[in-house]
């Protein structure tokens, strides 16, 4: 089933985000399971909005990218808020 996972990073920066990410791309087999994905800055920080295959593969993808973004000197913040999913599409994507 598939899951929306909404993370609120406050005190995280773009540029904190941009570093991060950059890492993680060089390991693209990392986003296993990711359908979608999308960073929102907002006055206090980021927003992270995922949609995952399974929390299963959500877990999988925490663990590997979690002791990177510590090592960076990002905290281990409060946990995402994570919900089942009624229905997703995207536009234009074939199945």
């Not at 909404?6 to 990711?34: M, R, W």
């Not at 409060?78 to 997703?88: E, F, I, K, S």
């Amino acid at each position: 089933m598939a899951i929306l996972v909404h993370a609120v990073l406050d005190g995280i920066s773009t540029d904190q985000y941009d570093t991060l990410n950059a890492k993680l791309q060089s390991t693209p087999e990392i986003f296993d399971g990711c359908l979608a994905h999308a960073c929102v800055a907002t006055d206090s920080g980021l927003e992270i909005f995922d949609l995952w295959e399974s929390e299963e593969k959500m877990r999988a993808f925490a663990d590997r990218m979690m002791p990177i973004a510590v090592g960076l000197g990002w905290p281990e913040g409060p946990q995402p808020r994570v919900v089942a999913v009624h229905n997703h599409w995207i536009p234009g994507a074939t199945g």
